[in-house]
């Protein structure tokens, strides 16, 4: 048998004990955006997706849903993934400090079962990513090749919900966020958003690679 750090095997995982992947999302889009991510491209990975909201303080929240979740299951690994966006960051009184969660995470004791905390943050913001599939937002307007000017949105970094807004509004529709906007994220080509994404693509793959190593990350050995 092979011990890591925690104390566990990291061979001859089952997949009842492999980690999961804690999943906390911040917004109401993430939580229609994400679940698409996990039942197409994380379906062998034990993912549990849990939902804080913007305002008061971001990392009381993360923290408050990491204790809880493992409280209510001590038996499981877990690696947490915090999925927040820069420009609302950016914005707030108190940012996602993902450096200062690991640190409190480190110093409770009901805590030594996760194994990493990371973070996936949309640049600058989760529409701005929907910008990668301009075509699947155009076919979703019903726009006229003659209206389209996919060059006035390549670059999805400089943009986001204010642009997509505009976009939606320029063709007589409204784009609403959150549980709204599910029938349009659902038209879009995620895998297309996915190959030209960085930060997304990068993120499926840190959850995937980690999906079945119980090394811990996080705490000292145990002696």
Known sequence: MCLENNGVSTRNLTPANRPVSLLILEGETESVFYPLIRDK????????LWQVHSGSNINK??????????????EDLVRVYCCSDTDRNKLRATPLDIE??????????S???????????????????????IDGIYRFLRAQRSQRNPEKFK????????????????FGK?????ERAENFIMHLDILKIISQCTELREGIELIKKQANDATNHLFQAVR
């Open 41 to 48: 491209f994380l379906a062998s990975t034990r993912v549990e």
């Open 61 to 74: 929240q993360v923290l408050s849903k990491i204790f809880t979740y493992t409280y209510r299951n001590p």
């Open 100 to 109: 200062y969660t690991r640190e409190t995470v480190k110093t409770r004791s």
């Open 111 to 133: 805590m030594t079962n996760v194994l990493s905390v990371t973070a996936i943050m949309a640049d600058p913001e989760i529409e701005s990513w929907f910008f990668y599939d």
């Open 155 to 170: 670059n999805p970094r400089s943009l986001g919900k204010k642009d997509l807004e505009r976009l939606f509004e320029h």
């Open 174 to 178: 409204v784009y609403v966020s959150g």
